[in-house]
């Protein structure tokens, strides 16, 4: 039996810091992103988007949780039964899906970073381009190829991707599925896109200058005025500190004081829904 290398599912902030994630929440995470998983690796080996995921031959287990935040790993199995696949193949497998389980990801949060990820998902095919010819023929190195297939992936796992970042911004600040650093990231904002049924855009981190209409601590949901042009707004804000009975953000409320503060864009249509805030500026 053929195993496919350890995939890391890390939680980190909030609870994740005292190594604890809230039990439903991460049944609910762990089990979406193992079927997306499934997804990815079905495609990485047959070249095509399984139907069903009754249809998937490759399954995936979890083992021990290690030390860290939370840090949790997923193991893919190869049954016997399956066709020999070259160990190029299978030792290629643990990047290849992480990176297209991050490429289906950013296909539901930025339009930007979706192209970004194919492309570093076309680079892994052309850099190998021998198995690809033999096992894909060499469909993956056609980039519009390759796009047509993740977009196939993403409507096939939706249900899915709603659920896989289910602690994000309620028991843990962030999640990561594979090792590729900050770029496979789930925020709060990618969170809140992804749970979406409607399409939305995770903006670029900015800054900006608001003055906050309302702040609830137990949650960090917030509303705030952007100045300047006095759009009035929804937000989260995701610092820690605003659930310290003193912070920075309720007394700005209670002075009706304008903050510096950093915070991520979330888009319908290209007009701002959210804004969620990661921290305070020192002024300019």
């Known amino acids: 039996m053929k195993i496919i290398a350890p995939i890391p599912v890390i939680y980190t902030g909030y609870h994740a810091d005292e190594h604890l994630v809230d039990a439903v929440q991460f049944s609910k995470s762990i089990e979406a992103v193992s079927r997306v998983a499934n997804s990815a690796a079905h495609f990485w080996f047959f070249g095509n988007v399984a139907a069903s995921i009754r249809r998937h031959e490759i399954h995936f287990f979890v083992k021990p949780a290690r030390e860290g935040s939370y840090f949790q790993e997923i193991v893919g199995l190869l049954n016997g039964s399956l066709p020999l696949f070259p160990e190029a193949l299978i030792k290629l497998s643990k990047p290849a899906i992480e990176q297209i389980i991050n490429t289906i990801v950013k296909s539901r949060t930025s339009v930007v970073e979706a192209e ?7 680079d892994l ?16 190195q056609d980039k519009a190829w390759l796009q047509s297939q ?5 409507k096939a796992n939706e249900s899915s ?9 309620r028991s843990v600040r962030a999640m990561q599925i594979g090792e590729g650093g ?9 969170a809140a896109a992804l749970r979406s049924r409607e399409p939305m855009e995770v903006g670029d981190e900015g800054e900006y200058v608001v003055e906050f209409q309302g702040v609830f601590k137990t949650n960090g949901a917030c509303q705030v005025l952007i100045i300047p042009g006095g759009s009035l707004v929804n937000g ?8 310290l009975p003193e912070n920075v953000y309720t007394e700005a409320l209670a002075a009706s004081r304008r903050l510096r503060v950093r915070a991520k864009p979330v888009l319908k249509d290209g007009v701002l829904s959210r804004l969620f805030i990661s921290n305070v500026l020192p002024d300019a």
């Open 116 to 122: 970004m990820a194919i492309d570093k998902l076309h």
């Open 125 to 140: 095919a052309v850099r190998h381009a021998d198995f690809s010819r033999e096992v894909h023929q060499g469909h993956m």
């Open 150 to 154: 993740i977009d196939h992936l993403t």
């Open 161 to 169: 991707l709603r659920r896989l970042p289910e602690p994000v911004g």
């Open 182 to 190: 900050e770029e496979h990231k789930i925020d709060a904002a990618s």
């Open 236 to 243: 989260v804000i995701t610092d820690p500190a605003v659930t």
